[in-house]
């Protein structure tokens, strides 16, 4: 999906910048909005892991539209193209955010921009990084032996909390593929349910 066509740096300055006046164009020579334009162009069409990075620059084009209305405040046809561009802005923050809101764990899981992101978070917050990274050696293919030893055996590296009654079923039949689906599946409920939801929040742009 494109960036709002309102903040195009060209549509700008072909139907927004010559609604000035020669006074005002004398008086403010530059307004700003064309480089944070710019900036958001940079951007804009990145991945979600470009996300804060949105947010700080729609923030910065939504900070020189305001100073630029103050400047042009007796200019009522540019102050309401500046009002639509606003608008722009805004619906620029929705798209993003129902980009994220569409977010689900096997897209993270699949993205090799999302998921190290994702990682730095379940990493520096409260929550434990073992259970994606579970999930990631599980999509790796690491061997059941591998995977038991490491997450699942009581006491390993990187245990992950989950029940012991399907803990002990997967050690004592590595080879089936039952029980360790059936701790994939609890694992990825979790992170669904907690991780991933704050994360989601985290990742929304806020104006």
Same mark, same amino acid.
């Given at each position: 999906m494109p960036i709002d066509a *309102?903040?195009?740096e060209a549509t700008?300055?072909?139907a927004g910048l010559t609604k000035r006046t020669t006074m005002e164009k004398l008086k403010f020579k530059k307004t700003g909005v064309s480089e944070s334009l710019r900036a958001y162009a940079g951007v804009g069409n990145l991945g979600i892991d470009r996300g804060p990075d949105k947010q700080a620059r729609l923030k910065s084009i939504k900070?020189?539209?305001t100073k630029c209305k103050a !400047?042009? $405040?007796?200019?009522?046809? *540019?102050?309401?193209?500046i009002d639509n561009v606003e608008k722009g802005v805004v619906r620029e923050a929705s798209r993003i955010n129902k980009e994220v809101?569409?977010?689900?764990?096997?897209?993270?899981?699949g993205d090799a921009?999302?998921?190290p992101l994702f990682h730095a978070y379940c990493t520096n917050t409260e929550h434990n990084p073992e259970p994606l990274e579970f999930l990631h !050696?599980? $999509?790796? /293919?690491?061997?059941a032996?591998?995977?038991? /030893?490491?997450?699942? $055996?009581?006491?390993?590296?990187?245990?992950?909390?989950? !029940? !012991?009654?399907? $803990?002990q079923a997967w050690i004592a039949a590595p080879a089936l593929p039952g029980p360790k689906q059936a701790i994939v599946n609890v694992v990825a409920a979790l992170i669904r349910s907690n991780e991933l939801k704050r994360y989601i929040v985290k990742m929304k742009v806020t104006l």
């Open positions: *309102f903040l195009n700008w300055k072909s900070t020189v539209l !400047d042009h $405040r007796t200019n009522g046809v *540019f102050v309401a193209y809101d569409a977010l689900t764990l096997d897209s993270i899981m921009a999302a998921y !050696d599980v $999509r790796a /293919n690491m061997a032996p591998a995977l038991i /030893n490491t997450y699942v $055996r009581a006491g390993s590296p990187k245990e992950v909390n989950i !029940d !012991d009654n399907i $803990r």
